[in-house]
């Protein structure tokens, strides 16, 4: 009862005050970060002056590229070395932090170096009997079934900020060179990204090859392919692509630019399809039965032509992790690409 109360006083004293410094801890990929930008918009929208942050554990060049329009957002390293804990040290005590969502326990040892350096600490429930002690504000959190930006307005409204952006954006720098130099012209290609960075959530090279000649075989005479990904990604689809299909090597702000000028993208449920739905793009994602609360109505709304391909009853009894996911490669790729004939000819 006692902690309970200190906890109460603690998140009353820095909402009566205004928040002044906010910093949120995020896994280290596209999606999770941009889900840590929208909460951090809201903030900024009430508290304009407020100093904010994100912090990531690796990857820290990726997200800071990732946010090089953002002047206000500001990306840290958040890891085990001294060099990290100093830093994070250095910028002094949080009015507020929030630790991020997830489906098992995140860790203690992040839990207390968050509780350290926050006056008011907010975070979802998980399995650990010790989380009531440690935060200000402990959110429910139940399965995994709810959406993400539905979480994030969650921990806005434990803090009392309201929601002022209702819908995730995105903002590049200009990249008015990038169609040039790829040999595209705006609206009249499609992009096409197909990797996950896991097996458990992607598709086999045989899949991946199947849906990029269905695409081919229906997209209008003349739009190109454009393959996305790492070098070495885009290297292991082969060399028997379609004539139309063109690999790209981009920066994070080329591939938003990309998106952005494309027709339709077609893309796993990765960070380059969260760029895509951010940048409010006809959209087609293919999902495992693990990812299906990204792409709700909840997450972007309704005005974004988005259409969701997954098999969740191949996974009735559970995601298996041990090879390509299933619920991926049982998705009619004839299916998808007929989706993308319809949704072209919708928005042409």
């Given at each position: 009862m006692v902690i309970r109360y200190m906890?109460?006083?603690?998140?009353?004293?820095?909402?009566?005050?205004?928040?002044?410094?906010?910093?949120?801890?995020?896994?280290?990929s596209i999606g999770d970060s941009l889900m840590g930008k929208y909460f951090l918009e809201n903030i900024r929208a009430a508290y304009p002056e407020a100093r904010l942050a994100l912090a990531v554990s690796s990857r820290v060049g990726m997200i800071r590229d990732l946010f090089a329009a953002y002047s206000w957002l500001e990306v840290v390293e958040a890891n085990k070395t001294p060099c990290s804990l100093l830093a994070l040290f250095k910028r002094g005590r949080n009015d507020v932090a929030v630790t991020p969502y997830t489906g098992g326990v995140y860790p203690l040892a992040p839990k207390l170096f968050a509780r350290f350096i926050a006056r008011t600490l907010v975070g979802y429930a998980d399995k650990s009997r010790l989380s009531r002690f440690l935060y200000t504000k402990?959110?429910?959190?139940?399965?995994?079934s709810r959406a993400p930006r539905l979480l994030e307005c969650d921990a806005l409204a434990a803090i009392g900020t309201p929601v002022s952006i209702p819908r995730p954006t995105f903002t590049y720098l200009p990249q008015p060179q990038l169609?040039?130099?790829?040999?595209?012209?705006?609206k009249n290609y499609t992009v096409l990204h197909l990797f996950s960075g896991s097996d458990a959530r992607g598709l086999s090279l045989k899949r991946k090859q199947e849906l990029i000649q269905a695409l081919a075989a229906v997209l209008p005479e003349g739009m190109k392919l454009v393959l996305t990904g790492s070098d070495k990604e885009r290297e292991s689809l082969g060399n028997s692509l379609p004539l139309q299909a063109v690999?790209?090597?981009t920066t994070l702000q080329e591939l938003a630019a990309l998106v952005d000028q494309s027709a339709l993208m077609v893309s796993l449920d990765t960070g380059?399809?969260?760029?895509?739905?951010?940048l409010q793009k006809p959209l087609i994602v293919l999902a495992s039965c693990?990812?299906?609360?990204?792409?709700?109505?909840?997450?972007?709304?309704?005005?974004?032509?988005?259409?969701l391909f997954t098999r969740l009853d191949v996974c009735k009894d559970g995601h298996d992790y041990?090879?390509?996911?299933?619920?991926?490669?049982a998705i009619d790729v004839i299916e998808v690409a007929e989706k993308a004939r319809k949704l072209f000819r919708m928005t042409a």
């Open positions: 906890q109460n006083v603690a998140l009353r004293s820095s909402t009566c005050m205004g928040i002044k410094k906010v910093l949120t801890f995020r896994a280290s402990l959110i429910p959190l139940v399965g995994r169609l040039e130099r790829l040999g595209l012209q705006a690999s790209a090597q380059a399809a969260h760029l895509a739905a951010h693990v990812g299906v609360q990204w792409w709700g109505s909840d997450m972007y709304g309704e005005n974004i032509p988005t259409s041990s090879g390509y996911a299933k619920c991926l490669e």
